[in-house]
């Protein structure tokens, strides 16, 4: 009888968890639009990395490192998360108590270190260079995160619901 019971009481807590990621209707076929924000959001950076800049808190200057190229795998996370932030009008690095790691380990990038940066406007769109510019001005990390000299690869996500443009870049040290 303590067998049986002990299987059920795992039944009921595995019935309540939280499957990470969480679903999200992803589409097949990225909007060409979306794509390339995606892509000017990324050569921004790359053109920041390879002048170095000076930001962050506090202010700091980041010499130039190598340029980050683009992942595919890092990409399907980044549009994921970015997808359901903007599908649940959400916005934080963890959503419905999945780290933004879940993400990328969804999309079978395999890491030894991680970082993301994330990006919210209401009303009008912001320029690739407007949004990275704002990371750069951040005194929460966004900047370092950019600059890093560890992240080898990174994806960029963008997603629009209504009034509500998201943007969200995953960074790789593969």
Same mark, same amino acid.
């Given at each position: 009888?303590?067998?049986?019971?002990?299987?059920?009481? %795992?039944?009921?807590?595995?019935?309540?968890?939280?499957?990470?990621?969480?679903?999200?209707?992803?589409?097949?076929?990225?909007?060409?639009?979306?794509?390339?924000?995606?892509?000017?959001?990324?050569?921004?950076?790359? #053109? +920041?990395?390879?002048?170095?800049?000076?930001?962050?808190?506090?202010?700091?200057?980041?010499?130039?490192?190598?340029?980050?190229?683009?992942?595919?795998?890092?990409?399907?996370?980044?549009?994921?998360?970015?997808? +359901?932030?903007?599908?649940?009008?959400?916005?934080? !690095?963890?959503?419905? #108590?999945?780290?933004?790691?879940?993400?990328?380990?969804? %999309?079978?990038?395999?890491?030894?270190?991680?970082?993301?940066?994330? %990006?919210?406007? !209401?009303?009008?769109?912001?320029?690739?260079?407007?949004?990275?510019?704002?990371?750069?001005?951040?005194?929460?990390? !966004?900047?370092?995160?950019?600059?890093?000299?560890?992240?080898?690869?990174?994806?960029?996500? +963008?997603?629009?619901? #209504?009034?509500? !443009?998201?943007?969200?870049?995953?960074?790789?040290?593969?």
């Amino acid at each position: 009888m303590r067998v049986v019971l002990l299987f059920l009481l %795992a039944l009921a807590a595995d019935r309540g968890a939280v499957a990470c990621p969480p679903e999200v209707a992803v589409p097949d076929r990225w909007p060409r639009a979306s794509a390339r924000v995606e892509d000017d959001v990324l050569a921004v950076i790359n #053109g +920041y990395r390879g002048r170095g800049v000076s930001g962050g808190a506090p202010r700091t200057r980041w010499p130039p490192v190598r340029p980050l190229k683009s992942n595919d795998k890092l990409r399907r996370a980044a549009r994921g998360h970015t997808t +359901y932030m903007a599908a649940f009008r959400t916005f934080d !690095h963890t959503v419905a #108590g999945c780290r933004f790691s879940t993400w990328i380990n969804a %999309a079978g990038y395999r890491w030894g270190s991680i970082g993301e940066n994330i %990006a919210l406007r !209401h009303g009008r769109t912001l320029t690739a260079l407007e949004v990275v510019q704002e990371w750069l001005v951040s005194r929460d990390g !966004h900047c370092e995160a950019l600059m890093d000299p560890k992240w080898r690869s990174a994806g960029v996500g +963008y997603a629009r619901a #209504g009034n509500r !443009h998201l943007w969200t870049v995953d960074f790789g040290d593969r």
